[in-house]
Nanobody
Framework: QVQLVESGGGLVQAGGSLTLSCVAS????????LGWYRQAPGKQRELVAA???????RESDSVKGRFTISRDNAKNTVYLQMNSLKPEDTAVYYC???????????????WGQGTQVTVSS
C-alpha cells in the first residue's frame, strides 16, 4: 500500500509563489514516477508535472517556465515549485505515484487526498 500526503496549498495573489510538498510512504519505492495533477471546478484532471526516480522531469505546456517539479529521494518527498501564479492555476492539486509515466498519464497509480490552491486576481 502507498500513502501520499500533500501540503503547501493556500491562497495567493496573482504573480505570487507557492511550493507544494508530497510525502510518500509504504511501498512507494516500487513506483518509479511521482507527479502532480490538478483539477479545477468543472474541468478534467490535468497532469501538470512528473519526475522519474532518475530525475527526468517534464511539465505541461500550461505551466512550463513557471512550475518546477523536483524530488528528494532521501526524504521520500516530491515538490512542485509554482511561480508567477495566475488565477487559472486555481485548482485542487493531487500528488500521484505510478510505475511509469505512461501509467501516470492515463490516471493510474496512487493518489493523495489533494490540496487546494487558490490564486486571486
Amino acid at each position: 500500500q502507498v500513502q501520499l500526503v500533500e501540503s503547501g496549498g493556500g491562497l495567493v495573489q496573482a504573480g505570487g509563489s507557492l511550493t507544494l510538498s508530497c510525502v510518500a510512504s509504504g511501498m512507494y519505492y516500487a513506483l518509479n514516477t511521482l507527479g502532480w495533477y490538478r483539477q479545477a471546478p468543472g474541468k478534467q484532471r490535468e497532469l501538470v508535472a512528473a519526475i522519474t526516480s532518475g530525475g527526468n522531469s517534464r511539465e505541461s505546456d500550461s505551466v512550463k517556465g513557471r512550475f518546477t517539479i523536483s524530488r528528494d529521494n532521501a526524504k521520500n518527498t516530491v515538490y512542485l515549485q509554482m511561480n508567477s501564479l495566475k488565477p487559472e492555476d486555481t485548482a485542487v492539486y493531487y500528488c500521484n505515484a505510478a510505475k511509469n509515466l505512461g501509467t501516470m498519464a492515463t490516471g493510474g497509480g496512487y493518489w493523495g487526498q489533494g490540496t487546494q490552491v487558490t490564486v486571486s486576481s
